[in-house]
Structure formats: structure tokens, C-alpha cells
């Protein structure tokens, strides 16, 4: 997947954050950001990339994003992996 693609996909992926009532502030809680820097920071790659590893951090979350998308759920992991960092081996 080009980079591009998956920008614009990991912003799918924020703005569906961003409808989650119960998620949404576990996400802003999670990383400091507040809904300005989100505005702000919508369209930096790598701000991108950790809204995708937030999603990452629960299988049931990937799940419920996918299916609200139309996505195979392993369609996530293709989306972290064109971003920057996603090349990265994981050492966990």
C-alpha cells in the first residue's frame, strides 16, 4: 500500500476514533492530545501512525473499525506498515 493511501486511511481511522463515545477519550487520555492538536496534527504521517497503533492496542477495536469500513480487519496492519516506523521489527 502507497503511503498516501494509507494516510488517508489512518485519518478514516481517527475520525472513526473520534465517533467512538466510550473510546474517543481513552484515546485522548492515551496520548496527551487534545482535539486542537488533532485538527493540528491530522495530516503529519507520523502523528498518523500512533493513531493506528492506539487501534492496535485492542483486537476488538481493530474489529469494530474494520467492519464499520467495509475492511478486512488485517487491512489495519497494511495501513501501519506504509506508514513511517511500520518497517520497524517488533520487539515484543
Do not use: H, N, Y
Not at 13 to 32: K, M, R, S
Not at 38 to 43: D, H, Q
Amino acid at each position: 500500500m502507497k503511503q498516501e493511501i494509507a494516510e488517508t486511511r489512518a485519518v478514516v481511522i481517527l475520525a472513526w476514533l473520534a465517533g467512538q463515545e466510550d473510546l474517543f477519550p481513552v484515546f485522548l487520555g492515551a496520548t496527551g492530545a487534545t482535539e486542537a492538536d488533532l485538527r493540528e496534527r491530522a495530516g503529519d504521517p507520523e502523528f498518523l501512525a500512533s493513531v493506528v497503533d492506539f487501534l492496535l492496542l485492542d483486537d476488538q477495536w481493530v474489529i469494530g473499525c474494520a467492519t464499520d469500513q467495509g475492511w478486512r480487519p488485517e487491512e489495519v496492519m497494511v495501513i501501519r506498515a506504509a506508514l513511517p516506523g511500520g518497517d520497524l521489527p517488533a520487539w515484543t
